[in-house]
């Protein structure tokens, strides 16, 4: 059974970056390696704003063909599109000098997909990622699954510093005393040891306290798990699977960063979906169970590999 592999987002913005970077030390001579790099643009921009899943990284003749060269003419768009679509394949042929250089960086090569409709609608073209092949050699191989980020984050207005941010250690300590303050501030008004003299002061304070209370728990999380839940009124949409997880930032000093993901995985024994959550009977680990099988389809969840294996 032939399944499309979903898209994984955070893979295909980093292998794009490198692309445009690499378009930009071998510039574009052929019209083929110039359809090539504006489908490269293109996407990353997509994948780069909000709240735009795989769907949108289509793009028909016509749309490429005004892009370069400043007209719409479909019916010219698509033969200049045919005249120069097996010099745009051999642009993403695994062999590519683009792909050897991005599979020697350690990211995924990119492939280019074109999709044929039938009963007139246009043919579109786009830029993934290259399959993985899936050996099942062994049982166990066959039982491991993977987690793809399908997006990166649909925060409301006030979670928008949350979305990718660097925790050094100053940034941690000051929200970690602000949040305590603000945990111990409700809990005096309770006790009736600080007086606001105001009902609706106290009361705006203890609610304050609560909202306080719940980040410092998922903060205290995020720490010590590397994985935490997105809280669920800082998302525009409702769905599972939303999470913060902790990453390298790259920066020497302060090596610790978080980022909002959204992730999707299927069950490799019953084709389900996976959920996320925490599991009390492994310890509060966030694991991923399968929707209609969760106490026997059960995978241990990295995030940082992006892989899980059966669990029991
Ligand atoms: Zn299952």
Redesign the pocket.
């Known amino acids: 059974m032939e399944v499309e592999e979903k898209q994984d987002v955070e893979e295909l913005g980093q292998s794009l970056e490198f692309a445009k970077k690499f378009f930009q030390i071998h510039s574009p001579q052929l019209v083929g390696d110039q359809i090539g790099e504006l489908l490269v643009l293109k996407t990353l921009e997509l994948v780069q704003s909000e709240a735009v899943d795989e769907s949108h990284y289509y793009f028909t003749a016509v749309e490429i063909f005004e892009q370069i060269n400043g007209e719409g003419n479909s019916e010219k768009a698509r033969r200049w599109m045919k005249s120069h679509d097996e010099n745009l394949a051999a642009l993403f042929v695994q062999t590519s000098s683009l792909n050897v250089e991005l599979a020697n960086k350690g990211l995924s090569t990119l492939s280019i997909q074109r999709v044929e409709h039938k009963g007139g609608k246009a043919n579109q073209w786009r830029v993934r990622t290259g399959k993985e092949r899936v050996t099942s050699s062994s049982r166990n191989e066959a039982a491991d699954i993977r987690y793809v980020v399908t997006a990166l984050h649909d925060p409301m207005p006030w979670a928008k510093p949350f979305m990718n941010a660097i925790l050094s250690p100053r940034i941690l300590i000051t929200v970690g005393v602000t949040l305590l303050l603000l945990v111990i501030i409700p809990i005096y008004t309770l006790l009736g040891i600080i007086d606001w003299s105001s009902k609706p002061v106290a009361t705006s304070v203890v609610i304050l306290g609560i909202f306080a209370g719940l980040m410092f728990h998922r903060l205290h999380e995020l720490m010590n798990k590397g994985v935490t839940a997105f809280p669920v009124l800082w998302s525009r949409k409702l769905g599972r699977n939303k999470l913060f997880l902790s990453t390298s930032s790259g920066i020497e000093d302060n090596p610790l960063g978080m980022k909002a993901v959204t992730i999707e995985a299927k069950?490799s024994?019953?084709g389900?979906d996976l959920i996320i959550d925490k599991s009390r009977e492994f310890h509060g680990r966030y694991i991923g169970k399968?929707r209609?099988?969760p106490s026997e389809?059960v995978f241990s969840f990295d995030h940082i590999t992006k892989r899980g294996k059966l669990l029991r």
Do not use: P
């Open positions: 069950c024994i019953c389900e399968c209609i099988a389809h």
